[in-house]
């Protein structure tokens, strides 16, 4: 149980373009997901908070505007790489947490190439 | 602000070492410790976690203590195997269940047979 899936697994696009990445919580509800990203050899580093109904909670130094965040129901949320360049290029990866327990399940991430 | 330090890899044994991986941590209050394990084409995976000082973690062999006087977490296996190979990040969240986590750059573990 507590699956975390993302689509695509893998994306290429031209500079410019907009990606969206999505996140789902195949087996249980989830009231709060995260969005991180890793850069190669660095730690992951949180870039949203996302709760179903309402508007996410970035953190400082993410643009809200390029990373557009949408948390429509309990089961999916998504990210939106708008207008991507090459230094968005990354890899990004969702968490979700299981109402109750708070413990974050982890999607496999995707890897996001901006050419 | 937050930080977790852990030892850079990779770290290479040999099957049925002792295995010791560092996590040091910076963090205000009193934050939850976690580790994850990512194996190879998979998402993170919770290891263990211990949420208050003197709290020992254990699961698959793995053993880390919080210790908050010298603000550590150390991973230990007494018998590493084969199958124990993967990337293990020391994580803390500091605030309530609802937060992010903090994560170090993870720890690349390669186990020879």
Known sequence: GAVVSQHPSRVIC???????????????????????????????????????????????????????????????????????????????????????????????GTRLTVT | GNSVTQMEGPVTLSEEAFLTINCTYTATGYPSLFWYVQYPGEGLQLLLKATKADDKGSNKGFEATYRKETTSFHLEKGSVQVSDSAVYFCALRSGGGADGLTFGKGTHLIIQP
């Open chain 1, 14 to 108: 031209k500079s410019g373009t907009s990606v969206k990445i999505e996140c789902r919580s195949l087996d249980f509800q989830a009231t709060t997901m995260f969005w991180y990203r890793q850069f190669p050899k660095k730690s992951l580093m949180l870039m949203a908070t996302s709760n179903e109904g309402s508007k996410a909670t970035y953190e400082q130094g993410v643009e809200k505007d390029k990373f557009l965040i949408n948390h429509a129901s309990l089961t999916l949320s998504t990210l939106t790489v708008t207008s991507a360049h090459p230094e968005d290029s990354s890899f990004y990866i969702c968490s979700a947490t299981l109402a109750g327990t708070y413990e974050q399940y982890f999607g496999p």
